[in-house]
T-cell receptor, first 113, second 115 residues
Framework: AQSVTQLDSQVPVFEEAPVELRCNYSSSVSVYLFWYVQYPNQGLQLLLK??????LVKSINGFEAEFNKSQTSFHLRKPSVHISDTAEYFC???????????FGKGTRLSVIA | SAVISQKPSRDICQRGTSLTIQCQVD?????MFWYRQQPGQSLTLIAT?????????ESGFVIDKFPISRPNLTFSTLTVSNMSPEDSSIYLC????????????FGEGSRLTVL
Protein backbone atom coordinates (compact mmCIF):
# COMPACT_ATOMS: atom_id res chain seq x y z
CA ALA A 1 0.00 0.00 0.00
CA GLN A 2 1.04 3.54 -0.66
CA SER A 3 1.51 5.95 2.24
CA VAL A 4 3.11 9.27 3.08
CA THR A 5 4.46 10.19 6.50
CA GLN A 6 5.13 13.71 7.65
CA LEU A 7 6.85 13.33 10.98
CA ASP A 8 6.32 16.86 12.25
CA SER A 9 2.81 18.18 12.71
CA GLN A 10 4.03 21.66 13.66
CA VAL A 11 7.30 23.46 13.02
CA PRO A 12 7.87 26.90 14.57
CA VAL A 13 10.86 28.80 13.23
CA PHE A 14 12.17 32.33 13.48
CA GLU A 15 12.16 34.58 10.45
CA GLU A 16 15.28 34.29 8.26
CA ALA A 17 16.20 30.94 9.84
CA PRO A 18 16.46 27.78 7.75
CA VAL A 19 13.76 25.14 7.84
CA GLU A 20 13.33 21.51 6.84
CA LEU A 21 9.96 19.78 6.64
CA ARG A 22 10.32 16.04 6.54
CA CYS A 23 8.45 13.64 4.30
CA ASN A 24 8.86 9.91 3.85
CA TYR A 25 6.91 7.80 1.41
CA SER A 26 6.18 4.14 1.14
CA SER A 27 5.53 2.44 -2.15
CA SER A 28 6.58 -0.76 -3.83
CA VAL A 29 6.63 0.92 -7.22
CA SER A 30 7.98 4.14 -8.67
CA VAL A 31 6.15 7.27 -7.63
CA TYR A 32 5.81 10.92 -8.39
CA LEU A 33 6.25 13.19 -5.37
CA PHE A 34 4.73 16.57 -4.61
CA TRP A 35 4.67 19.32 -2.05
CA TYR A 36 1.51 21.40 -1.79
CA VAL A 37 1.03 24.53 0.31
CA GLN A 38 -2.20 25.74 1.87
CA TYR A 39 -2.23 29.32 3.12
CA PRO A 40 -4.82 30.24 5.74
CA ASN A 41 -8.36 30.06 4.36
CA GLN A 42 -7.14 29.20 0.88
CA GLY A 43 -7.05 26.16 -1.39
CA LEU A 44 -4.08 23.93 -2.09
CA GLN A 45 -1.37 25.14 -4.43
CA LEU A 46 1.39 23.05 -5.93
CA LEU A 47 4.77 24.13 -4.56
CA LEU A 48 7.05 21.71 -6.40
CA LYS A 49 7.14 18.23 -7.83
CA UNK A 50 9.50 15.40 -8.66
CA UNK A 51 8.67 13.30 -11.68
CA UNK A 52 12.04 12.05 -12.93
CA UNK A 53 15.52 13.28 -13.74
CA UNK A 54 17.35 15.58 -11.35
CA UNK A 55 16.63 14.62 -7.77
CA LEU A 56 16.75 18.23 -6.59
CA VAL A 57 13.70 20.29 -7.50
CA LYS A 58 13.11 23.94 -6.73
CA SER A 59 10.19 26.32 -6.48
CA ILE A 60 10.09 29.95 -7.52
CA ASN A 61 9.89 31.20 -3.93
CA GLY A 62 13.08 29.61 -2.63
CA PHE A 63 11.91 26.20 -1.48
CA GLU A 64 13.63 23.06 -2.66
CA ALA A 65 13.17 19.34 -2.13
CA GLU A 66 15.42 16.40 -2.81
CA PHE A 67 14.23 12.96 -3.83
CA ASN A 68 16.23 10.32 -1.99
CA LYS A 69 15.30 6.87 -3.22
CA SER A 70 17.45 4.94 -0.75
CA GLN A 71 15.88 6.74 2.19
CA THR A 72 12.44 7.01 0.54
CA SER A 73 12.36 10.67 1.47
CA PHE A 74 11.40 13.95 -0.14
CA HIS A 75 12.23 16.58 2.49
CA LEU A 76 11.37 20.23 1.84
CA ARG A 77 13.92 22.91 2.70
CA LYS A 78 14.32 26.65 2.62
CA PRO A 79 17.53 28.41 3.70
CA SER A 80 15.76 31.54 5.00
CA VAL A 81 12.05 31.72 5.74
CA HIS A 82 9.75 34.73 5.66
CA ILE A 83 6.63 35.53 7.63
CA SER A 84 4.65 34.95 4.45
CA ASP A 85 5.75 31.29 4.40
CA THR A 86 3.46 30.58 7.35
CA ALA A 87 1.12 27.90 6.03
CA GLU A 88 0.26 24.22 6.05
CA TYR A 89 2.50 22.08 3.87
CA PHE A 90 1.39 18.73 2.51
CA CYS A 91 3.59 16.07 0.98
CA UNK A 92 1.93 13.72 -1.50
CA UNK A 93 2.83 10.77 -3.65
CA UNK A 94 1.30 9.18 -6.70
CA UNK A 95 1.96 5.81 -8.24
CA UNK A 96 2.83 6.22 -11.87
CA UNK A 97 -0.22 5.84 -14.01
CA UNK A 98 -3.60 7.44 -13.75
CA UNK A 99 -3.98 7.17 -9.99
CA UNK A 100 -4.96 9.69 -7.30
CA UNK A 101 -2.58 11.39 -4.91
CA UNK A 102 -2.04 10.13 -1.40
CA PHE A 103 -1.37 12.91 1.10
CA GLY A 104 0.55 13.07 4.33
CA LYS A 105 -1.07 14.58 7.42
CA GLY A 106 0.53 17.95 6.82
CA THR A 107 3.02 20.14 8.67
CA ARG A 108 2.05 23.53 9.96
CA LEU A 109 4.95 25.94 9.49
CA SER A 110 4.76 28.98 11.74
CA VAL A 111 7.31 31.71 11.08
CA ILE A 112 7.93 33.94 14.07
CA ALA A 113 9.10 37.53 13.71
CA SER B 1 -3.29 24.86 -15.70
CA ALA B 2 -6.95 24.13 -15.13
CA VAL B 3 -9.10 26.65 -13.28
CA ILE B 4 -11.66 25.06 -10.98
CA SER B 5 -14.74 26.72 -9.53
CA GLN B 6 -16.65 25.17 -6.65
CA LYS B 7 -20.06 26.14 -5.36
CA PRO B 8 -21.01 26.75 -2.63
CA SER B 9 -17.82 28.03 -1.06
CA ARG B 10 -19.34 27.52 2.36
CA ASP B 11 -22.64 26.55 3.90
CA ILE B 12 -24.22 25.83 7.22
CA CYS B 13 -26.57 22.86 7.12
CA GLN B 14 -29.01 21.18 9.44
CA ARG B 15 -28.59 17.60 10.55
CA GLY B 16 -30.41 15.16 8.29
CA THR B 17 -30.38 17.33 5.19
CA SER B 18 -28.38 16.84 2.00
CA LEU B 19 -26.22 19.28 0.07
CA THR B 20 -24.85 19.12 -3.44
CA ILE B 21 -21.48 20.67 -4.26
CA GLN B 22 -20.73 21.62 -7.83
CA CYS B 23 -17.32 21.59 -9.51
CA GLN B 24 -16.82 23.35 -12.85
CA VAL B 25 -13.54 23.25 -14.77
CA ASP B 26 -12.59 25.70 -17.49
CA UNK B 27 -11.26 22.95 -19.77
CA UNK B 28 -11.86 19.29 -20.48
CA UNK B 29 -9.98 17.09 -18.04
CA UNK B 30 -9.41 13.39 -17.94
CA UNK B 31 -9.60 12.76 -14.23
CA MET B 32 -11.66 14.38 -11.48
CA PHE B 33 -11.40 13.49 -7.81
CA TRP B 34 -13.25 14.47 -4.67
CA TYR B 35 -11.30 14.84 -1.42
CA ARG B 36 -12.37 15.62 2.12
CA GLN B 37 -10.31 17.66 4.58
CA GLN B 38 -11.64 17.37 8.10
CA PRO B 39 -10.72 20.09 10.59
CA GLY B 40 -7.01 20.07 11.29
CA GLN B 41 -6.41 16.99 9.19
CA SER B 42 -5.04 16.01 5.82
CA LEU B 43 -6.86 15.26 2.62
CA THR B 44 -8.66 11.97 2.24
CA LEU B 45 -9.78 10.75 -1.14
CA ILE B 46 -13.52 10.10 -1.30
CA ALA B 47 -13.85 8.91 -4.88
CA THR B 48 -12.79 9.24 -8.47
CA UNK B 49 -15.53 10.77 -10.60
CA UNK B 50 -15.76 8.83 -13.85
CA UNK B 51 -17.30 10.47 -16.88
CA UNK B 52 -20.37 8.60 -18.01
CA UNK B 53 -20.18 5.86 -15.41
CA UNK B 54 -20.40 5.27 -11.68
CA UNK B 55 -17.76 6.83 -9.47
CA UNK B 56 -15.03 4.70 -7.92
CA UNK B 57 -15.19 5.00 -4.12
CA GLU B 58 -12.39 4.57 -1.63
CA SER B 59 -12.66 2.34 1.38
CA GLY B 60 -14.96 3.87 3.96
CA PHE B 61 -17.01 5.88 1.48
CA VAL B 62 -20.22 4.66 -0.14
CA ILE B 63 -22.41 5.86 -2.95
CA ASP B 64 -25.52 6.18 -0.79
CA LYS B 65 -23.79 8.70 1.44
CA PHE B 66 -21.74 10.51 -1.22
CA PRO B 67 -23.44 10.20 -4.61
CA ILE B 68 -21.34 11.67 -7.39
CA SER B 69 -22.23 12.68 -10.92
CA ARG B 70 -19.98 13.51 -13.84
CA PRO B 71 -22.06 14.13 -16.93
CA ASN B 72 -19.19 15.51 -19.03
CA LEU B 73 -15.46 16.27 -18.99
CA THR B 74 -15.79 19.69 -17.32
CA PHE B 75 -18.37 19.22 -14.56
CA SER B 76 -19.02 17.07 -11.51
CA THR B 77 -21.17 17.14 -8.41
CA LEU B 78 -20.78 15.61 -4.98
CA THR B 79 -23.77 15.23 -2.69
CA VAL B 80 -23.35 14.80 1.03
CA SER B 81 -26.50 12.96 2.10
CA ASN B 82 -28.28 12.81 5.44
CA MET B 83 -25.65 15.00 7.03
CA SER B 84 -24.47 14.75 10.61
CA PRO B 85 -22.01 16.98 12.51
CA GLU B 86 -19.25 14.48 11.65
CA ASP B 87 -19.64 15.52 8.01
CA SER B 88 -18.47 19.04 8.84
CA SER B 89 -15.45 19.38 6.62
CA ILE B 90 -13.94 21.02 3.59
CA TYR B 91 -14.77 19.16 0.40
CA LEU B 92 -12.33 19.66 -2.45
CA CYS B 93 -12.68 18.98 -6.13
CA UNK B 94 -9.43 18.24 -7.92
CA UNK B 95 -8.55 17.51 -11.52
CA UNK B 96 -5.71 16.17 -13.55
CA UNK B 97 -5.40 17.54 -17.04
CA UNK B 98 -2.18 15.85 -18.08
CA UNK B 99 -1.75 12.15 -17.55
CA UNK B 100 2.03 12.38 -17.70
CA UNK B 101 2.74 14.80 -14.86
CA UNK B 102 0.48 13.47 -12.16
CA UNK B 103 -0.11 16.96 -10.83
CA UNK B 104 -3.54 17.68 -9.38
CA UNK B 105 -5.18 21.10 -9.44
CA PHE B 106 -7.56 21.95 -6.64
CA GLY B 107 -10.60 24.10 -6.29
CA GLU B 108 -10.93 26.48 -3.36
CA GLY B 109 -13.04 23.94 -1.54
CA SER B 110 -16.51 23.95 -0.03
CA ARG B 111 -16.58 24.40 3.73
CA LEU B 112 -19.59 22.67 5.24
CA THR B 113 -20.71 23.05 8.82
CA VAL B 114 -23.44 20.71 10.01
CA LEU B 115 -25.36 21.72 13.10
Amino acid sequence: AQSVTQLDSQVPVFEEAPVELRCNYSSSVSVYLFWYVQYPNQGLQLLLKYLSGSTLVKSINGFEAEFNKSQTSFHLRKPSVHISDTAEYFCASQRRGNTPLVFGKGTRLSVIA
Amino acid sequence: SAVISQKPSRDICQRGTSLTIQCQVDSQVTMMFWYRQQPGQSLTLIATANQGSEATYESGFVIDKFPISRPNLTFSTLTVSNMSPEDSSIYLCSVRDNLNTGELFFGEGSRLTVL
